[in-house]
């Protein structure tokens, strides 16, 4: 491809090609070529070359760079990045590689710093490759955990109108999807100084800097002022919002921390402030103590001259163990990586403390045969107050004691993430011959009920006692002591509220802040919250007060954004009320019975779906299956050969739907290989891979054909629109 050579340099020079390396363009030709043919290499060699050559050229050091990234020699681009800033430090390509270079290194803020300085040299000018290399640094970001910067740089693009708008979509949402936590998801807005301050001039420079993202020289604006307008919110939320831009979590978490503690901060502002602090506090330091550790343990096993049938033994001894269950494993998962795999393996639980209690699991048995290098082991895995538990047991039953935990480098959990995590022995359940009678919950339901009631009673009365790291070491009952402390264990409380797995572990939360004697947050009535409301108080509102175009979008918008109780509770409102359309019902419906935790509640919404799917006129294929999966877990024999037949009838070429049955029945344990080698056999037509042939319905294209959780086609007339999702930023 020829390069025309009143084209800007490559090098980020800002001069036009002719009148700065004219005579490198054939050579620059040359290298566009062999990248276009995917020769990369042969490029990066061509340029090394030439670098020699011509040293210190920028159009040379810039595509050097570039290539050396390409080619994943991430070493050589960080030196090359370095002498291409040394002899160009104003030079925005220049800037921006040393960004992707420490953001490669984990130097996240220096890479923030210098992506800022290149954003400034550029000015109007933006180059295609310093927007890749802001794509690059998203991803970075958002990796690394922090969200505020890589959410700065996509806003930035949306505000330059850099990059396609499917572009935008898709690193906004590889932020939302990086895990942003629930606390930095609303987004902050720079605010005004008060219009009578003296200081307001100085201020206005500041914000001047920001809207034109010179971000590094509106905080150095912003400090500037502290010293006469220390008590000014507005002064304190700019800092904080360009700081989390940034990539300075420490700074950001103190000025929210700032804007917490100030008189005039409303107490739901206050606490808010404050969780956006933690969240901060945690994205500088992910290890912050106290932390739960997994540990391993392991003991050498003494059995004597007949090791083998002394092993048969042990096992058989902690088969019948009430403390132990056999545990399942692939071992191909440990020859793969050329380890030995373990003769067995085994979950240990607690003593119940009741005989109809369930059983906490605490850690995991592995049992390994006598090896050419070393006797018979036993290694206990686990996190370290569960195995600590454990021990006694385990040493108990094998004759032996374990040493010092193992050195390696294991996972860590927050206090709270391993009370939410506990698992407790599950029963399979015994699905009745003649099915589960109408109405009545299922074996299944009673089952998984029984474990989470098991886990949130254990949550309720331990979190108030347990000392967290959000806390400082504190523990919540110790913290409401202080006002910052009660502030610290409000935010963590209402987080916990708003984007609880299910209603039963929002109201676990809500039972902790009456055991420590927390007020309840008031109702809120808004008819426009959106504007009125921050995300995290919507599971507050009084939704019979909401207009109806703001419930679907606060519904659409906490779906998406995680705030799972709101979302449920919209949805509820949605179709509890008479002016929402079919369409607002089908989309609440879902939701519903997606997250609906009894299979009664299950098959009473997709009775409702039923209902809807014929005044939309779509079909029912994806409902037959949602209702298959509920009937096999219940044993409802005759509604499952209902089912079945009408999916034979009535989608048999339906691939989507078939490819849903045929999940749902492996599930269930159907072995479809066999059914379908029996079909070859008798023959059966094949054109379903699992119920055989047929002709197709009218209406039955795929696009017409539901799926739980998501929107329907349109009715006739109408034409589809894709709905703007808030995301997190």
């Known amino acids: 491809m020829a390069i025309d050579p009143y084209a800007a340099c490559p090098g980020g020079t800002g001069k036009k090609i002719k009148f700065c390396c004219a005579d490198l363009t054939g050579e620059l030709e040359q290298i566009d070529r062999l990248v276009e043919g995917d020769q990369v290499s042969a490029a990066l060699e061509q340029v090394d070359r030439l670098a020699v050559k011509h040293p210190g050229r920028a159009c040379l050091m810039a595509t050097q760079v570039k290539l050396q990234l390409a080619t994943r020699k991430f070493a050589e681009a960080a030196d090359t990045s370095r002498a291409f800033l040394a002899a160009f430090p104003d030079n925005p390509l220049a800037l921006g590689h040393a960004?992707?270079?420490d953001a490669i290194a984990g130097r996240i803020q220096e890479a923030a710093a210098h992506f800022d300085r290149a954003r400034e040299a550029a000015g109007a000018e933006i180059s295609a490759d310093l927007v890749r290399i802001a794509a690059t640094l998203v991803q970075a970001g958002a990796q690394a955990g922090h969200s505020g910067f890589a959410q700065g740089l996509v806003e930035w693009m949306i505000d330059k109108s850099l990059?396609?708008?499917?572009?935008?979509?898709?690193?906004?949402?590889?932020?939302?999807?990086?895990?942003?936590?629930?606390?930095?998801?609303?987004?902050?807005?720079?605010?005004?100084?008060?219009?009578?301050?003296?200081?307001?001039?100085?201020?206005?420079?500041?914000?001047?800097?920001?809207?034109?993202?010179?971000?590094?020289?509106?905080?150095?604006?912003?400090?500037?002022?502290?010293?006469?307008?220390?008590?000014?919110?507005?002064?304190?939320?700019?800092?904080?919002?360009?700081?989390?831009?940034?990539?300075?979590?420490?700074?950001?978490?103190?000025?929210?921390?700032?804007?917490?503690?100030?008189?005039?901060t409303a107490a739901d502002d206050a606490v808010e402030a404050t969780g956006r602090a933690i969240a901060l506090e945690t994205e500088a330091d992910e290890d912050r103590s106290p932390s739960i550790a997994y540990e391993r343990r392991s003991a050498t096993l003494t059995l004597g001259a007949d090791g083998a049938a002394a092993l048969d033994l042990l096992e058989d001894k902690l088969r019948h163990d009430a403390h132990f269950d056999p545990a399942p494993y692939d071992r191909s998962q440990w020859t793969n990586r050329g380890a030995v795999p373990p003769r067995s393996a085994w979950r240990v639980f607690e003593t119940a403390h009741a005989s109809d209690a369930p059983a906490r699991l605490l850690a995991t048995l592995l049992v390994f045969g006598r090896q050419t290098d070393q006797e018979p082991l036993a290694v206990l895995q686990g996190f370290q107050p569960d195995v600590a538990a454990a021990r006694p047991v385990v040493e108990r039953l094998l004759g032996t004691a374990f040493g010092e935990p193992l050195a390696a480098t294991l996972p860590a959990a927050t206090p709270t993430s391993w009370l939410l995590g506990a698992q407790f022995r599950t029963q399979p359940p015994d699905v009745p011959p003649a099915g589960t009678p109408a109405g009545a919950p299922s074996a299944l339901d009673v089952m998984l009920e029984s474990q989470r009631s098991a886990v949130h009673r254990r949550f309720v009365d331990s979190w108030p006692d347990t000392a967290l790291p959000e806390l400082l070491g504190r523990t919540p009952r110790e913290a409401l002591g202080q006002p910052a402390g009660a502030r610290r264990v409000a935010a963590l409380v209402n987080e916990g509220e708003a984007t609880g797995r299910g209603r039963d572990e929002s109201a676990a939360w809500?039972?902790?802040?009456?055991?420590?004697?927390?007020?309840?947050?008031?109702?809120?009535?808004?008819?426009?919250?959106?504007?009125?409301?921050?995300?995290?108080?919507?599971?507050?509102?009084?939704?019979?007060?909401?207009?109806?175009?703001?419930?679907?979008?606060?519904?659409?918008?906490?779906?998406?954004?995680?705030?799972?109780?709101?979302?449920?509770?919209?949805?509820?409102?949605?179709?509890?009320?008479?002016?929402?359309?079919?369409?607002d019902r089908w989309e609440a419906y879902s939701l519903l019975e997606e997250r609906a935790s009894t299979s009664v509640r299950k098959l009473e919404i997709i009775g409702r779906l039923r209902e809807l799917a014929k005044v939309l006129k779509v079909g029912?294929?994806?409902?037959?299956?949602?209702?298959?999966?509920?009937?096999?877990?219940?044993?409802?024999?005759?509604?499952?050969?209902?089912?079945?037949?009408?999916?034979?009838?009535?989608?048999?070429?339906?691939?989507?739907?078939?490819?849903?049955?045929?999940?749902?029945?492996?599930?269930?344990?159907?072995?479809?290989?066999?059914?379908?080698?029996?079909?070859?056999?008798?023959?059966?037509?094949?054109?379903?891979?699992?119920?055989?042939?047929?002709?197709?319905?009218?209406?039955?294209?795929?696009?017409?054909?539901?799926?739980?959780?998501?929107?329907?086609?349109?009715?006739?007339?109408?034409?589809?629109e894709k709905k703007t999702l808030w995301t997190p930023n």
Do not use: N, Y
């Not at 034109?212 to 502290?226: D, E, M, N, Q, S």
């Not at 919002?241 to 950001?252: D, G, I, S, Y």
């Not at 679907?552 to 509770?569: H, M, N, Q, S």
């Open 99 to 101: 960004a992707v270079a």
């Open 620 to 720: 029912v294929g994806m409902i037959d299956v949602a209702e298959l999966r509920i009937r096999l877990q219940r044993g409802d024999q005759a509604d499952i050969v209902r089912l079945l037949d009408g999916l034979r009838r009535d989608h048999a070429r339906d691939q989507k739907v078939l490819e849903a049955l045929a999940q749902v029945l492996m599930e269930a344990g159907v072995d479809l290989p066999a059914m379908m080698a029996a079909q070859a056999a008798g023959g059966v037509a094949t054109g379903s891979p699992a119920l055989g042939g047929g002709p197709a319905p009218a209406g039955s294209a795929a696009s017409g054909i539901w799926t739980p959780g998501a929107s329907p086609p349109p009715p006739p007339g109408q034409t589809s």
């Open 163 to 264: 990059g396609t708008a499917e572009e935008q979509r898709l690193l906004a949402a590889v932020v939302g999807s990086s895990g942003v936590p629930a606390a930095l998801r609303t987004k902050v807005h720079l605010e005004e100084p008060p219009a009578d301050s003296p200081w307001r001039p100085d201020f206005e420079t500041g914000l001047q800097h920001a809207r034109a993202w010179r971000l590094g020289k509106a905080i150095t604006a912003f400090r500037g002022l502290k010293g006469v307008a220390g008590e000014s919110r507005a002064l304190f939320t700019d800092i904080a919002a360009l700081c989390e831009m940034l990539a300075r979590p420490f700074e950001a978490a103190e000025a929210w921390l700032a804007v917490a503690s100030m008189p005039g």
């Open 510 to 583: 809500t039972a902790i802040r009456g055991r420590l004697g927390m007020p309840t947050p008031p109702v809120i009535e808004s008819a426009q919250p959106l504007e009125q409301v921050p995300p995290l108080r919507w599971h507050r509102l009084d939704f019979t007060r909401v207009d109806l175009d703001q419930l679907r979008a606060v519904f659409l918008t906490a779906v998406d954004a995680g705030f799972e109780l709101a979302a449920e509770l919209a949805a509820d409102a949605l179709v509890s009320r008479a002016d929402a359309t079919p369409e």
